[in-house]
């Protein structure tokens, strides 16, 4: 899904490179497949969606792409070179992962949390740096909490949480965003501002979806598991299909095309 780049100036044509790319990965539980031989290799600064039905294996292809799960087969690479080679705080300064649930025993602010961000950016044992306050409080304008910094983030509701470590993320300045269900928790309303959020930020996006509009509406590209494996992938109006719908989530669908984009309309019964 890497697209060729033509150079106007010379007419030649070029592979723009991938920064974050799965090839072939496996990973199982005791024997047990979970994902099989999955590939991703998202254009830069794109918008990836993962969608399929629960334990699909979205949320496992997230992990294994950002290091937390080690492949049984396949590798994953950044800028080429294997993530297995990396220091994980090497890693972390580039890529950024915000998973579905995010729980603490202790009693942190928000501020405190959006501020764990630096810290892939810190030497080890030392303090902040210059630049980490800018960093902080550029995040918590771009999420809307620059008024909730001093707040308890065990009193803030799911949907706050999440927008919390998605500040988070950003402080982090990734150049890959990695999400796991980010609209869980979240109203209709900022659903939208959240996935226009990040899709602003000119990061590469990688999100695993549940609302087939939602990532037809953001999403560059889409990649469709089932069972651990890809089912199809490709762009929104190739792969949101009724045929897809019905085979993959067991449900009839009408998916209508027009000039805003493709849309679903789920049939009851």
């Known amino acids: 899904m890497t697209p060729p780049d033509e150079n106007p ?37 794109t918008m990836v969606g993962v969608l399929g039905p629960n334990g699909s294996g979205k949320s496992t292809l997230l992990r294994v792409m950002t290091g937390l799960q080690r492949p049984d087969t396949g590798r994953v690479l950044l800028d080429g070179t294997d993530i297995r080679r990396m220091s994980r705080r090497r890693f972390s300064r580039r ?40 960093a902080v409080a550029r995040a918590a304008t771009t999420t809307s909490l620059t008024d909730r910094l001093d707040q308890r983030y065990g009193t803030l509701s799911g949907g706050e949480r999440q927008r919390v470590q998605i500040a988070r993320a950003l402080a982090q300045e990734p150049e890959v965003l990695v999400l796991d269900e980010p609209t869980n928790h979240l109203d209709i309303r900022h659903q939208l501002d959240l996935l226009a959020l990040v899709r602003g930020t000119g990061a590469t996006v990688i999100a695993a979806l ?45 998916v ?12 009851a019964g």
């Not at 202790?106 to 810190?122: A, K, M, Y």
């Open 9 to 45: 100036m010379t007419g030649t044509t070029t592979t723009v490179s991938t920064l974050l790319e799965a090839r072939g990965v496996s990973w199982s539980v005791r024997g047990r497949p979970i994902i099989t031989d999955l590939s991703l290799a998202p254009a830069p600064g």
């Open 256 to 267: 209508c095309h027009d000039e805003g984009g493709v849309h679903v309309r789920y049939l």
């Open 210 to 254: 549940h609302d087939l509009n939602l990532a037809a509406a953001y999403c560059d590209h889409l990649l469709v598991l089932t069972d651990g494996r890809a089912v199809t992938s490709g762009p929104p109006s190739e792969v949101i299909s009724e045929e897809m719908i019905r085979s993959v989530y067991g449900v009839g669908a009408r």
């Open 95 to 134: 890529v950024a992962l915000v998973e579905q649930e995010v729980s603490t025993d202790q009693n942190p602010t928000v501020r405190d949390v959006i501020e764990l961000g630096r810290i892939p950016h810190r030497a080890a044992w030392s303090g902040p740096r210059p630049g980490d306050d800018e």
